[in-house]
């Protein structure tokens, strides 16, 4: 028995039957080709577009960045030479002495010898000078790159105190600056009863500390046991009733004035208590 099989299509027909699906094939694929081109277009429209409105604050942050990355580098650089060995202390240098050799300054300090300056020791200076009682105060200065400056002020010295020993000269807080067994000249006795901590010495003290040396240099004597009753003694014997401390600058001026004008050996008495109304006896 024979079996008929349908004829096989033509060439030209198979031919077109595949040419139809690769025409659309190539139409998608174009079509979205197109379409990831404008989406990638749009981005860089949009990247662009937000470059050019940020470009400030990303400028403004490049400076800021590059400001504080030079700062950090010159602090770093600073800290590093203000620390290494070539700030090291090599000099001390003492400014301000008369009556305490500098030698002995620079001796007491020479611990700090070769320690870089910002790592200098205050307290060590302190406790070191501090033994110095003819100090009254002091500054230090760095000078780079390898100089301590010791700025030193003395006690100045305003009178003297009889002792057991001698004569004390001291300054205005009855520090004692020397002693010896004579009296020194040039400086007034003080006769303060009850000590160096009573009223009455703390009141003759701010008396002194408040004369010129013209006028210091002319007394003998200065007596106080309260802080109302100063009374000065002058080289010839004369009086001069001074009262407080109050306003001693001002007293100091009207008692020159009346020494010029009365010279000491004239009168017995100068009362400046009330330097207003002055009184000569």
Not at 117 to 133: C, G, M, T, V, W
Request: a neutral charge; aromatic letters at 4%.
């Amino acid at each position: 028995m024979s079996v008929l099989l349908p004829a096989a299509p033509a060439a030209s027909e198979q031919a077109g039957g595949v040419q139809e699906p690769s025409g659309d094939t190539a139409g998608a694929r174009a079509a979205r080709s197109l379409l990831r081109a404008a989406q990638r277009a749009r981005k860089r429209f949009e990247r662009a577009e937000v470059r050019r409105f940020t470009g400030r604050t990303r400028r403004r942050r490049t400076a800021w960045i590059l400001g504080v990355g030079s700062i950090l580098l010159a602090f770093t650089l600073i800290i590093g030479a203000a620390y290494s060995p070539l700030m090291a202390l090599r000099t001390i240098e003492v400014v301000g002495t008369s009556r305490i050799p500098a030698g002995e300054v620079s001796a007491a300090l020479s611990e700090e010898l070769g320690t870089p300056l910002p790592l200098i020791d205050s307290n060590l200076i302190k406790r070191e000078l501090s033994q110095f009682a003819l100090i009254q105060s002091y500054v230090t200065e760095s000078r780079p790159p390898g100089t301590l400056v010791v700025r030193i002020v003395e006690r100045v010295p305003v009178g003297v105190l009889a002792g057991p020993t001698g004569f004390d000269l001291v300054d205005a807080a009855g520090v004692v600056i020397e002693t010896s067994p004579e009296r020194t000249a040039g400086y007034p006795l003080i006769d303060a009863p009850d000590g160096i901590t009573s009223a009455g010495f703390k009141a003759a003290a701010a008396v002194l500390a408040a004369l010129p040396e013209s006028i210091r240099t002319q007394l003998d004597a200065v007596t106080a046991v309260t802080t109302d009753d100063v009374t000065l003694s002058l080289l010839g014997g004369e009086r001069v009733v001074w009262g407080s401390p109050e306003k001693s600058g001002y007293k100091a001026i009207v008692l020159a004035a009346l020494l010029i004008g009365h010279p000491a050996g004239t009168v017995n008495e100068y009362d400046v208590s009330s330097p207003d109304s002055a009184v000569l006896r």
